[in-house]
């Protein structure tokens, strides 16, 4: 694995290009100028309007003979808002010691930048090999992967197997894979009262009694125990608002909002409305948003294949996880095996994000030798 293409160059390229969500232009550009002449076919497109659109998705592909398997990369060129106190510009790309600082540099155009030097190293003889790149993985994930999914079924280009490129790694590069995620639904709760003074209370309904009492029916649940793959699902009330600046009016009306991050005992729709009902029994409503399913990629021939080609160039084993936020596995889950893996994660969404540039060589070995395993069957 030793004639790879640098990384370093690629990563930069990428970084320099501002791209907070939602993303669009001048990093789409800038990968589709680094996959051309590896000889993939790239199909630009935007989705969506304000406020959360446009959003620019990318799907290239490099077709190997007639009947080859078909391996997928996935990942996003949207980052989130660098915010204040850089030490240099989070869209200026700077290597400082050991580390590549900037905005991206973890979550995860390095990752992209990794991928793309894997696949020059690989002929197209091996196989088919594609790049599905959103520009809304951060945000609301609305106009980003899920079209992407409706153009890879048009043109019936749907990989055997796919691996998201997410920063999975948590104390050295390799030492853990995502084989799947939780799912997540966030929830609106509503009561209605009557405005009134507080001197006169049998004038008016105070709404916040009964969300109180709503809101300790909730935390009190218990969801589950987890699974053997999965921690327990847990309901969070992240949110309590009443909106009322007099100390002698009762309030009209009371808001609450919830977020369940659940495994794969529950569905989305299952727990919302679960919660709907508790919301009704205390006076209440609730409306619901999921986010995502959960999903799991049981382990098997892929997760094997990825803990080899990490073996094989760090000498450690990773742990098959199924602990943190959402990603876009949980959409690219209906077509194929996905599993997620990539750089240390300590950094991303952080001031001065950085990556060590020695990760990013080591990750795009791994990420060939994954990619012509899962290509050779």
Known sequence: MSDLPPVLPLAEALIACPSVTPAT???FDCLEQQLAPLGFAVHRFLAGEAPDGPVENLFAIRKGPEGSRHFGFAGHLDVVPPGEGWTAGAFAPEVRGDL??????VDMKGSIAAMVAAVAAIP?????????????EEGPARFGTVPLIEHMRAVAAIPDLILVGEPTS???LGDMMKIGRRGSVNIWLTVEGGEGHVAYPHLANNPIGPLVNMLAELNALVLDEGTDWFQPSNLEITDITVGNPATNVIPARAHARLSIRFNDLHSGQGLADMVSAIAEKHGGSARAVISGEAFLTPPGDFSAMVARAVEAETGITPEASTTGGTSDARFLKALCPVIEFGLCNAT????????????LEVLARIYARIAQDALAG
């Open 25 to 27: 232009g001048m990093v």
């Open 100 to 105: 590549l600082y900037g905005r991206g540099a």
């Open 124 to 136: 197209a003889e091996a196989g088919t090999i594609s790049f599905i790149i959103t520009g809304d």
């Open 170 to 172: 948590v104390h050295r």
């Open 348 to 359: 991303m969404h952080k001031r001065d994000e950085a990556v060590a540039v020695a990760d």
